[in-house]
């Protein structure tokens, strides 16, 4: 029930710091989310050609003890709880080279109806696993995230092609350099992630605009919320916490 996939970071991975991107982080988990759920007989192929339906992810939290570096070879750990009613969380673990945890996430996963762009309430399709393993990369619940403050607008962005996966919409990494892009580099050299949690919760098509908003008034005491909207429809697109530490 352990899917475990090793990854090499190269230049094409990195920020300007030689770390690991958060968003390729994300795309590595969604990578090996897709691979694993294919090994479990349930891959993004057999679900859209017999069901009609998609994996989408709603919540991520990520919690980075060490940013890995370029050059390293890292392995990523991966493994799906009990299915719930209409979501399915699936847990990670990041290892350097020596075996020692340095990253451990956790995840809540729907399946989508590809026509009606909802979530597949009528259960097209019955998820169930072999056995199932209760152990928990990260022994919390991600409970819903709200601003305490009023926000600033950071920036405005317009979702184009280079943003847009197979599923037509904004991808989840993609979410992630949104929220990056919404401090300059002189923020970036102070500061690193500590943890970060996204929730998507609406989606984001290709030419929809939307404006990222922040508070930052008690960054390094309760962490930077972000959320972004849509313009247009004025709904909320993305809402996140990110626990920043200097460096």
Request: charged share 30%; no cysteine; proline share 3%.
């Amino acid at each position: 029930m352990i899917y475990t996939k090793k990854y090499h970071i190269d230049w094409r991975d990195i920020d300007f710091k030689k770390e690991l991107k958060l968003s390729m982080l994300f795309s590595y988990f969604q990578e090996a989310s897709s691979d694993a759920s294919e090994e479990l007989g349930y891959s993004i192929d057999r679900l859209e050609k017999e069901f009609g339906v998609a994996w989408v992810l709603m919540k991520m939290r990520v919690d980075i003890t060490r940013h890995p570096k370029l050059g390293e070879t890292i392995t990523i750990e991966t493994w799906p709880l009990e299915p719930g009613r209409l979501s399915y969380d699936r847990d990670f673990l990041v290892k350097d080279s020596e075996g020692n945890v340095i990253i451990k996430a956790i995840s809540t996963w729907i399946i989508m109806n590809l026509k009606e762009r909802k979530i597949d309430r009528g259960q097209n399709v019955t998820i169930s696993y072999p056995t199932i393993i209760k152990e928990r990369a990260i022994d919390a619940k991600m409970k819903k995230l709200r601003a305490t403050d009023p926000l600033d607008t950071a920036y405005t962005k317009m979702i184009g092609y280079s943003d847009v996966d197979f599923n037509g919409h904004l991808n989840n990494a993609r979410y992630v350099d949104f929220i990056m892009d919404a401090f300059p580099v002189s923020e970036h050299k102070k500061y690193k992630v500590n943890s970060i949690e996204v929730h998507f919760t609406n989606e984001a098509l290709p030419g929809d605009v939307i404006t990222m908003k922040k508070n930052i008034s008690h960054a390094l005491k309760n962490g930077i919320y972000i959320e972004g909207t849509n313009d247009e429809t004025n709904e909320t697109v993305f809402k996140s916490k990110t626990v920043i530490i200097a460096v």
